[in-house]
């Protein structure tokens, strides 16, 4: 998921280093990420609702422009077979043997033949299958990949490196995109920096470890969470807690002026997961909800897909 800042420190890196060689799973990865920049409030920290792409798009662009004009750079830059200047210097053949290699990294390209809800129509490429069969599934670009179970009636509209997102097909998730382009109900996964959960500009709940970020959150007072409990799911460790907006909390969230028709944010709840993962950081399982009178019956079916989790932790399941 690439955010506001995330760009910014993009373009400084990019204006800085002025590389002159651009792989092509780099421009490849760019593209895939401006192409599927999600839309949807509900999935909040790795999803990002309309009003905060309105400006997150042109900086997408920016960075699109930034990227292209840096291939351009490292094109011009090579050397010339017009003998001008100097001694002609010969390109080197490609290796066939490098020709041949798979990627390292699983292909995150759109999935052509996803089928989604006819009330979803959203204008972003589903990267994920789309409705899935109740029963098993495997991950197709997720870092790290794992299988899981579903019920029927569940979607994954998005399978990326980076990112894994399920819904529900149900009513109140109809009801709430038909309202907003939001999802009432969702579950969200990235490795993810520092989460927030109700109010980005008042948290900071950045950690080395699952245990690190869990206490960030609990020492925030705009939030109230709950006692966390120590989980293991599906060869990963870590902490699982529930979250909403502290009532007691006096202070002001700038965001709660473009909030979606219908969400009240001191309704919404989220029960968050955290996943130390070797050598990666820590993953982020978001199991959000707009209205706690519905928290419940969607936990009681979203949990037992997220327990059903077992992850690919071999070395070849690392991306490179």
């Known amino acids: 998921m690439t955010s506001e800042r995330d760009i910014e420190r993009l373009l400084d890196r990019w204006f800085t280093e002025r590389p002159t060689d651009v792989a092509d799973r780099v421009l490849d990865e760019v593209a895939d990420r401006i192409g599927r ?64 290699l798979p990627s390292a990294t699983p292909s995150a390209a759109p999935s052509a033949g996803a089928v989604l809800p006819p009330w979803y129509t959203t204008s972003e490429t589903p990267s994920g299958p789309g409705i899935l069969s109740a029963g098993g599934h495997t991950t197709r670009s997720f870092m790290p990949g794992f299988t899981f179970s579903v019920p029927d009636g569940w979607v994954n509209d998005t399978d990326s490196v980076d990112f894994f997102g399920l819904f529900p097909d149900t009513p109140a998730n109809q009801a709430q995109f038909a309202r907003s382009e939001g ?22 709940n950045r950690g080395a470890t699952a245990a690190e970020m869990v206490a960030a959150a609990m020492a925030n007072e705009a939030l109230a969470v709950s006692d966390p409990v120590d989980v293991a799911i599906g060869g990963l460790t870590g902490k699982q807690f529930d979250v909403r907006r502290n009532p007691d909390w006096t202070g002001t969230c700038p965001g709660d002026s473009d909030l979606p028709q219908g969400l009240d944010p001191r309704d919404e709840r989220t029960r968050g997961i955290f996943l130390d993962v070797p050598d990666r950081g ?25 327990e059903s989790f077992q992850f690919d932790l071999g070395p070849e399941a690392s991306p490179s």
Not at 183 to 204: G, I
């Open 183 to 204: 999802l009432a109900q969702s579950m969200a996964m990235s490795v993810y920096p520092s989460p927030w959960f109700t109010c980005e500009s008042v948290e900071n």
């Open 37 to 100: 920049q999600p839309q949807q409030r509900a999935w909040r920290v790795l999803r990002r609702d309309s009003h905060v792409n309105s400006y997150l798009k042109p900086l997408l662009a920016v960075a699109a422009v930034v990227v292209i004009a840096v291939a351009g750079v490292a094109f011009l830059g090579q050397p010339s077979d017009s003998g001008v200047g100097g001694a002609v210097t010969p390109a080197p053949s490609p290796s066939p043997a490098a020709s041949t």
């Open 282 to 306: 820590v993953l982020v399982m978001l199991l959000y909800s707009m209205s706690s009178a519905e928290t419940e019956a969607f936990l009681a079916e979203a949990m037992p897909i997220i």
